[in-house]
C-alpha cells in the first residue's frame, strides 16, 4: 500500500539507551519531517530533509539525530533516551502545497 | 517559537449539534490547514486554505482563512458520532516548509 509506515510502532526502553525510529515511504516526496505529540502542546517539529542529504533542526530537536541517505527512509534516533522523550512521535512527507500526510506513529515509552 | 493559539481545548457536545473551533496567532500566515486525528492514528488533512478570506467547504466541515491572516476556524455542522477525535489547525509562515500546529481541541459527542 501507497503511504507512510513507521516502525515499531510500540516501543519500551530504558534510559540512557540509543533508539531508532525508522519512517518509510513509498512515494518519492522530497520533503519529510518528524513530530513529537504531547499533551497541551500539539505537534512539536523536531527535525526535517528537503532531500537526500539535506537534513535541518525543527524546533525541538535536541537529543535527536537524524539522517537520509534515501529519498523513501528518514530515521530518528534517540543517542540516549530520557523521560522526557517519552511522547508519540510521528513522521510526515509533504504531499502537495504546504499540506504534509503522516504516518500512523511510533508510541515511545522511556523508563 | 511560533505559537498558534486554539480554543477552545475540549468540547462535549450532543449528537447533532454544530461545532466551532478557531485559531489564533500574533504571527500572519500564508496558510492554514484543518487536521483531525482519530485515537491511535496520525493526524488526516481535512481542508487547506491558501488566501486570506477563503472560505472552503468538505462536506459538513466548513473552515475559513481570517482576513487579517492571523486566524482561522473551522465549523462542522450537524454533528454525528464519527466527527469525535482531536482536531488541529496549522500554519504555514512565509517560505518555509515547516508547519506550527496548535494545542488541539477534544471533541467528545454524547450519543
Known amino acids: 500500500d501507497a503511504g507512510i509506515t513507521q516502525s515499531p510502532r510500540y516501543k519500551i526502553t530504558e534510559t540512557g539507551r540509543q533508539v531508532t525510529l525508522m519512517c518509510h515511504q513509498t512515494?518519492?516526496?522530497?520533503?519529510m519531517f518528524w513530530y513529537r505529540q504531547d499533551l497541551g502542546h500539539g505537534l512539536r517539529l523536531i527535525y526535517y530533509?528537503?532531500?537526500?542529504?539535506?537534513?535541518d533542526k525543527g524546533e525541538v530537536p535536541d537529543g535527536y539525530v537524524v539522517s537520509r541517505s534515501k529519498t523513501e527512509n528518514f530515521p530518528l534516533t534517540l543517542e540516549s533516551a530520557t523521560r522526557s522523550q517519552t511522547s508519540v512521535y510521528f513522521c510526515?512527507?509533504?504531499?502537495?502545497?504546504?499540506?504534509?500526510?503522516f504516518g500512523p506513529g511510533t508510541r515511545l515509552l522511556v523508563l | 517559537g511560533q505559537q498558534l493559539n486554539q480554543s477552545p481545548q475540549s468540547m462535549f457536545i450532543q449528537e447533532g449539534e454544530d461545532v466551532s473551533m478557531n485559531c489564533t496567532s500574533s504571527?500572519?500566515?500564508?496558510?492554514w490547514l484543518w487536521y483531525k486525528q482519530d485515537p491511535g492514528e496520525g493526524p488526516v488533512l481535512l481542508i487547506a486554505?491558501?488566501?486570506?478570506?477563503e472560505l472552503t467547504s468538505n462536506g459538513r466541515l466548513t473552515a475559513q482563512f481570517g482576513i487579517t491572516r492571523k486566524d482561522s476556524f473551522l465549523n462542522i455542522s450537524a454533528s454525528i458520532p464519527s466527527d469525535v477525535g482531536i482536531y488541529f489547525c496549522?500554519?504555514?509562515?512565509?517560505?518555509?516548509?515547516?508547519?506550527?500546529f496548535g494545542q488541539g481541541t477534544r471533541l467528545t459527542i454524547n450519543p
Open positions: 510526515a512527507t509533504r504531499t502537495g502545497p504546504e499540506t504534509q500526510y
Open positions: 512515494w518519492s516526496h522530497s520533503y
Open positions: 530533509s528537503a532531500a537526500a542529504d539535506i537534513t
Open positions: 504571527s500572519i500566515f500564508n496558510t
Open positions: 486554505l491558501y488566501k486570506a478570506g
Open positions: 496549522a500554519g504555514q509562515i512565509g517560505g518555509a516548509q515547516k508547519l506550527v
